[in-house]
C-alpha cells in the first residue's frame, strides 16, 4: 500500500487546514490510519487514529478538541481536520497505514507498516 499525504503549508495560529491522506489499494478499508507529526529535533509523535469502520478514533490530548480524523473508504482517503492552530502544531504530519492494530497500540510508530511522505504545516504566530 502507498500513502500520498497532501494539504499542508503555511497558516496563521487560529486557522484551520485539512490535510489528505490517498492510499493506493482498496484494501486501505481494512486497515487502521493515523496521522503522526514530527517537528525539527524531536521524535514522531501520535497524533490521530481511526479503526476500519471509523467509528473509533483516538487523539493526543494536545490536539483532542481542535482536531478531527475522518476516513472515506469509497475514496480510499483519510482526513485530518485542524483548527485552532497552534505555533506549536508547526511540523511535518505523515499519514500511516496497519492492517493488524490493536487499539492500545494506535500511538506506537513503530508498529506500522505503511508510510505516507509527509505534508509540511507550519503556523505562524
Known amino acids: 500500500v502507498q500513502l500520498q499525504a497532501s494539504g499542508g503549508g503555511p497558516v496563521q495560529a487560529g486557522g484551520s487546514l485539512r490535510l489528505s491522506c490517498v492510499a493506493s489499494e482498496r484494501t486501505f478499508g481494512r486497515m487502521v490510519m493515523a496521522w503522526f507529526r514530527q517537528a525539527p529535533g524531536k521524535e514522531r509523535e501520535f497524533v490521530a487514529g481511526?479503526?476500519?469502520?471509523?467509528?473509533?478514533?483516538d487523539y493526543s490530548d494536545s490536539v483532542k478538541g481542535r482536531f478531527t480524523i475522518s476516513r472515506d473508504t469509497a475514496k480510499i482517503t483519510v482526513y485530518l481536520q485542524m483548527n485552532s492552530l497552534k505555533p506549536e502544531d508547526t511540523a511535518v504530519y505523515y499519514c500511516?497505514?496497519?492492517?493488524?492494530?490493536?487499539?492500545?497500540?494506535?500511538?506506537?510508530?513503530?508498529?506500522?507498516?505503511?508510510w505516507g511522505q509527509g505534508t509540511q504545516v507550519t503556523v505562524s504566530s
Open positions: 481511526i479503526n476500519l469502520s471509523g467509528g473509533a478514533t
Open positions: 500511516a497505514a496497519d492492517s493488524t492494530l490493536v487499539r492500545s497500540s494506535w500511538s506506537n510508530p513503530a508498529a506500522y507498516d505503511y
